[in-house]
């Protein structure tokens, strides 16, 4: 049989030596004409191989160059190699696939992320995107694992839909009618949608929250996990025109559930890929450390990776509401002092990152869950407070980060979101099926939306939300 091979992960955790074993994987360096290390992917570290000398034909030497694939088998020895225990002596190597020393991407020494954005196709190779990857992947299994355990409703929302959920009208439009010119108009001019694939105009879906809280009508706890997407042309560091959210949805929560679910939901994950993946997240914090001392002393920051996750997984996040925290924007020096691009004067603005770093980063050095915003910079959704003038919000901003969480509790009275929805001018017509869940059995309660990729961002320390998805989409960007 082709295929007998074991995985480089189990065989370097084997305690016992003397047995035959077959691997395979891509070739990371060969030195001295004699030991290859070996990736498979399975574990970032490398699986020496030694070719000793005078045992194989220069032919087949010449082939073993960085970036080729090769299947080995061989007597499994101890290593007297500094960091491992066992080593492969190599008795039949096999080229399964040659790489061109002169023309593969990946040398072997440290090349700039932006470069390796670049060729995103061959990065998954590299040690750093290895880690990335395999902790993504672990992120991604606690997820259910965590919504599992609770009993929750896993729930597939529909990609394509015809309404704006967060009413932002920043979407992507699908459709099928010809971009020349030809498609069907209106008496106004219009396009006429009539004669579209849909008969309407439809767009990628940019939350899965307003089905998510149909399917909580029945289910009572769901939650969703997929690609959402925004046109939104923000070119920074936190954002992607597709990304994937975790939207959650419960029945019968109030606001300070949905907070509580949330916390315990991002420290079960992050607290498991502490587990999970121990040598990737201490490789990425080595790798980080390096990156801090390059830069300017006050732009440091004081904890390092594995610090930083313990202490999210060990301490509650810091609470309080829109108005306490623009109490203390307004009064903090930085105000003072207009070091902030937009300065705080009053109440009722939206926060800018500039300020929910400085709550998180200067202020509380913690996360932070902030509510009860001002109705008008949130969505029509969202539950009126006594006040008439807030609305039952939350956010989580985590440092480094800024907003990685936004939820709320939704207003279930029917009279009140009408009324919202009429003040916003958005068509009740067009959001008919979401009124019936408030006209049929409507209930207390609440989710939220977490941003995948800027959870990995964080468990993984990564600068640019780019490096933490495989191949990222943004303003210009659709490669791959
Ligand atoms: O705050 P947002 O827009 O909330 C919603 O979509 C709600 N429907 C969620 C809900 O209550 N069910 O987005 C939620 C999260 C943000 O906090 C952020 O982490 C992430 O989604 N996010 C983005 N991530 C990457 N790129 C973008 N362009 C993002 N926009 C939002
Ligand atoms: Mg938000």
Same mark, same amino acid.
């Given at each position: 049989?082709?295929?007998?091979?074991?995985?480089?992960?189990?065989?370097?955790?084997?305690?016992?030596?003397?047995?035959?074993?077959?691997?395979?994987?891509?070739?990371?360096?060969?030195?001295?004409?004699?030991?290859?290390?070996?990736?498979?992917?399975?574990?970032?570290?490398?699986? #020496? $191989?030694? *070719? &000793? +000398? !005078?045992?194989?034909?220069?032919?087949? %030497? /010449?082939?073993? @160059?960085?970036?080729?694939?090769?299947?080995?088998?061989? #007597? $499994?020895? *101890? &290593? +007297? !190699?500094?960091?491992?225990?066992?080593? %492969? /002596?190599?008795? @039949?190597?096999?080229?399964?696939?040659?790489?061109?020393?002169?023309?593969?991407?990946?040398?072997?020494?440290?090349?700039?992320?932006?470069?390796?954005?670049?060729?995103?196709?061959?990065?998954?190779?590299?040690?750093?995107?290895?880690?990335?990857?395999?902790?993504?992947?672990?992120?991604?299994?606690?997820?259910?694992?965590?919504?599992?355990?609770?009993?929750?409703?896993?729930?597939?929302?529909?990609?394509?839909?015809?309404?704006?959920?967060?009413?932002?009208?920043?979407?992507?439009?699908?459709?099928?009618?010809?971009?020349?010119?030809?498609?069907?108009?209106?008496?106004?001019?219009?396009?006429?949608?009539?004669?579209?694939?849909?008969?309407?105009?439809?767009?990628?879906?940019?939350?899965?929250?307003?089905?998510?809280?149909?399917?909580?009508?029945?289910?009572?706890?769901?939650?969703?996990?997929?690609?959402?997407?925004?046109?939104?042309?923000?070119?920074?560091?936190?954002?992607?025109?597709?990304?994937?959210?975790?939207?959650?949805?419960?029945?019968?929560?109030?606001?300070?559930?949905?907070?509580?679910?949330?916390?315990?939901?991002?420290?079960?994950?992050?607290?498991?890929?502490?587990?999970?993946?121990?040598?990737?997240?201490?490789?990425?914090?080595?790798?980080?450390?390096?990156?801090?001392?390059?830069?300017?002393?006050?732009?440091?920051?004081?904890?390092?990776?594995?610090?930083?996750?313990?202490?999210?997984?060990?301490?509650?996040?810091?609470?309080?509401?829109?108005?306490?925290?623009?109490?203390?924007?307004?009064?903090?020096?930085?105000?003072?002092?207009?070091?902030?691009?937009?300065?705080?004067?009053?109440?009722?603005?939206?926060?800018?990152?500039?300020?929910?770093?400085?709550?998180?980063?200067?202020?509380?050095?913690?996360?932070?869950?902030?509510?009860?915003?001002?109705?008008?910079?949130?969505?029509?959704?969202?539950?009126?407070?006594?006040?008439?003038?807030?609305?039952?919000?939350?956010?989580?901003?985590?440092?480094?980060?800024?907003?990685?969480?936004?939820?709320?509790?939704?207003?279930?009275?029917?009279?009140?979101?009408?009324?919202?929805?009429?003040?916003?001018?958005?068509?009740?017509?067009?959001?008919?099926?979401?009124?019936?869940?408030?006209?049929?059995?409507?209930?207390?309660?609440?989710?939220?939306?977490?941003?995948?990729?800027?959870?990995?961002?964080?468990?993984?320390?990564?600068?640019?939300?780019?490096?933490?998805?495989?191949?990222?989409?943004?303003?210009?960007?659709?490669?791959?």
């Amino acid at each position: 049989m082709f295929n007998k091979r074991i995985k480089i992960k189990a065989l370097l955790a084997e305690e016992n030596t003397g047995f035959e074993a077959t691997v395979m994987g891509w070739v990371r360096t060969f030195r001295n004409n004699q030991f290859i290390a070996l990736n498979d992917g399975s574990t970032n570290n490398n699986l #020496q $191989v030694v *070719a &000793s +000398l !005078g045992e194989f034909e220069d032919s087949t %030497l /010449k082939r073993l @160059t960085t970036g080729a694939c090769i299947k080995v088998t061989g #007597q $499994v020895i *101890a &290593s +007297l !190699g500094k960091g491992q225990k066992v080593e %492969l /002596k190599a008795a @039949t190597i096999e080229i399964l696939g040659d790489s061109d020393a002169e023309k593969f991407p990946l040398q072997p020494k440290k090349h700039s992320l932006e470069f390796l954005r670049e060729i995103a196709h061959m990065r998954f190779r590299t040690n750093t995107f290895g880690a990335i990857f395999r902790i993504r992947h672990s992120l991604a299994f606690a997820i259910h694992q965590f919504f599992n355990d609770k009993g929750f409703v896993y729930l597939h929302t529909p990609i394509i839909t015809a309404s704006d959920a967060e009413g932002a009208g920043e979407m992507f439009r699908v459709t099928t009618l010809p971009l020349d010119g030809s498609a069907p108009k209106n008496e106004d001019g219009s396009i006429n949608f009539k004669d579209d694939f849909f008969g309407r105009s439809t767009n990628l879906t940019v939350s899965g929250q307003l089905e998510g809280e149909l399917a909580a009508m029945a289910f009572s706890d769901v939650y969703t996990f997929g690609p959402t997407f925004r046109a939104e042309n923000s070119n920074t560091t936190r954002h992607l025109a597709e990304f994937w959210m975790i939207e959650p949805e419960v029945a019968f929560n109030d606001l300070e559930d949905n907070m509580n679910l949330a916390e315990a939901f991002i420290r079960y994950v992050i607290k498991y890929a502490m587990e999970q993946n121990k040598e990737d997240l201490e490789f990425l914090a080595q790798r980080l450390e390096e990156e801090e001392k390059q830069k300017p002393q006050q732009d440091r920051s004081e904890m390092g990776l594995l610090d930083k996750l313990n202490f999210v997984v060990n301490n509650d996040f810091e609470r309080l509401t829109y108005t306490e925290a623009i109490e203390i924007l307004r009064e903090s020096n930085h105000n003072k002092k207009k070091k902030f691009q937009y300065l705080i004067e009053g109440w009722g603005v939206d926060l800018q990152s500039e300020h929910e770093r400085y709550l998180v980063e200067k202020h509380f050095k913690k996360p932070v869950i902030l509510t009860n915003y001002p109705k008008d910079i949130k969505s029509f959704y969202m539950r009126l407070n006594e006040d008439g003038k807030t609305v039952a919000a939350m956010d989580i901003l985590a440092p480094g980060i800024g907003e990685i969480v936004g939820g709320s509790q939704r207003e279930e009275r029917l009279d009140k979101l009408t009324a919202r929805m009429a003040e916003m001018h958005i068509p009740a017509e067009e959001l008919n099926w979401y009124l019936d869940t408030r006209r049929f059995g409507s209930c207390p309660h609440a989710g939220f939306g977490l941003g995948f990729e800027r959870l990995v961002q964080f468990v993984t320390g990564m600068g640019n939300i780019r490096d933490v998805i495989p191949f990222p989409r943004y303003p210009k960007s659709a490669e791959f």
